[in-house]
């Protein structure tokens, strides 16, 4: 049920990655966006059942509410600074017809 909500985050986030790192430095990129959601998983199977049961079900859905807002607003700051960058590079990340699949 929750992997299906994290792969489709990566695919989301891949073609992000893909637009700032090249080379090894895109290798280590994918590693460590896929070691942070992990540990995000982690996190939340670690501290959701304690908040259920120490306080209520609902508390610890408005935490998870909480922490997707969270990442609602950091995906709006990415968006205006790769914007920017864009911008003040003068460079588009528009796919050569060489790099297509």
Not at 24 to 38: C, D, H, I, K, T
């Amino acid at each position: 049920m929750f992997g299906l909500g994290a792969e489709c985050m990566s695919v989301a986030q891949h073609p992000i990655v893909a637009n700032w790192f090249r080379g090894n430095e895109l290798s280590f990129a994918f590693g460590m966006n896929l070691s942070v959601a992990r540990l995000g998983s982690v996190f939340n199977g670690l501290t959701q059942p304690g908040l259920a049961i120490h306080h209520s079900v609902g508390y610890a859905a408005y935490i998870g509410f909480g922490v997707c807002i969270m990442s609602l607003v950091s995906a709006f700051i990415l968006v205006i600074i790769d914007r920017w960058a864009e911008k003040k590079d003068g460079q588009s990340t528009k796919v050569k017809v060489d790099e297509k699949f």
